[in-house]
């Protein structure tokens, strides 16, 4: 089929570092589809032409206003498929799905209203799962540290990858957390667990789950409520359940994320489900765990499903390029170029050239400001 039949896939965000959209755009590029980046990041000249490495068209829209124009933009691409950050998706507006083409409408529903973190963790509730006690925005900080304990967590409706989570070890603290989260309806309290941060992500199809992984942490960022740089494949049965009882409850198809807190009794807490290309998703090796054939056939962009189901346990995937830019961001410029030459055959071979430049580009001018 060629390209031009089949579409295009939306990249919806608003911050350059998406790293797991990056690679993403890489993949369905390579496998014949067209590619639109849609963002509301502040770009300079020269990040826009890094972008045509990877996008065939880019649209750069000055704030979620010009969100209102959205399906009239994108219809000249046909969309098969948006994907689209979190903290996006509460802007789109029922007006603006009812326009889009019935299946893509269909999904945005879903994921928009499982952004929100309470709304999510409502469903993993009714799905059998535990999830920590939580307090409405309004509540004054003192009164939500009196019923919750410390420290507390203050939590953002919508965010992804640690963005708007604090841990708060005094009232003062909770106090000064939730003054920065804005409006009361914006963010909730969350009793706080203790307790290793544990992933399950699954590729969905309309018959159920096609592929598999239950993952902890390694490598952890300085903050502890950022992502981990990567993960180790385990065995743990229950967390294994507890996540596919929760994906299975969620009406569409594609990747999906969720998270939990592993306490001292062996309890699952499950903090976080993200419905959307996940950190780390295409960094396995393709020829002991085929990820990149999970989310094409997951996402109903090819009819060949993959050959894996599960990675073996014990193996480890280091996302890149995250690791790499900690580095550099602590000053080790040699061990971040040895992390990008180690790691570039892997990418050349999935995702070809394209992407490795760009992602050495896009890191140059970020940190330039170009």
């Keep these: ?46 990040a826009r032409l890094v972008d045509r490495l990877l996008y065939q068209h880019a649209i750069y829209l000055s704030d979620v206003a010009e969100f209102t124009r959205l399906p009239e933009l994108l219809a000249p691409f046909r969309p098969a498929r948006l994907c689209v950050t979190d903290s996006l ?21 879903v994921k928009r209203r499982l952004s929100d973190k309470t709304a999510a963790g409502v469903l993993a509730v009714e799905r059998g799962a535990l999830v920590p006690d939580q307090l409405p925005g309004y509540l004054p900080a003192p009164e939500a540290v009196q019923k919750l304990g410390l420290p507390i967590v203050v ?42 941060i544990l992933s399950y992500g699954a590729m969905m199809t309309d018959e159920g789950i096609v592929q598999e992984m239950t993952c902890k942490g390694f490598d952890s960022a300085s903050d502890p409520t950022n992502a981990a740089f990567g993960y180790e494949v385990i065995d743990d049965p229950a967390f294994t359940e507890v996540g596919r009882s929760v994906c299975r409850g969620v009406a569409t198809c594609g990747p999906i ?18 419905i959307r290309p996940f950190g780390g998703m295409l960094n396995y090796d393709q020829d002991r765990f085929d990820t990149a054939a999970g989310y094409l ?16 346990v014990g193996m480890r995937v280091a996302k890149f390029p995250n690791e790499a830019e900690e580095l550099a961001r602590q000053g080790h ?38």
């Design 1 to 46: 089929m060629r390209q031009s039949d089949r579409g295009s896939v939306v990249f919806v965000d608003d911050d350059p570092l998406w790293h797991s959209f990056h690679q993403v755009a890489a993949l369905v590029r390579r496998h014949g589809y067209g590619t639109v980046r849609v963002t509301t990041a502040r770009t300079g000249r020269i």
């Design 333 to 370: 410029v040699g061990p971040a170029l040895g992390v990008y030459l180690r790691r570039s055959p892997a990418h050349v071979r999935l995702l070809r050239m394209n992407y490795l430049a760009f992602a050495v580009l896009n890191g140059v001018v970020l940190k330039l400001g170009i």
């Design 89 to 109: 998706l509460d802007h789109m507006s029922d007006d603006l799905i009812d326009r889009m083409p019935p299946e893509i409408a269909a999904d945005l529903r």
């Design 257 to 274: 994320d969720l998270q939990a807190i592993r306490d001292d009794q062996g309890r699952h807490w499950v903090i976080d489900l993200n």
């Design 155 to 196: 939590k953002s409706n919508y965010g992804a990858a640690g963005s708007g989570v604090r841990i708060a070890h005094s009232v003062a603290d909770a106090e000064r957390a939730a003054a920065e989260m804005g409006a009361a309806e914006d963010y909730f309290y969350q009793r706080f667990v203790d307790g290793p």
């Design 297 to 312: 056939f997951s996402a109903n962009l090819t009819d060949s499903p993959p050959r894996h189901r599960t990675p073996p």
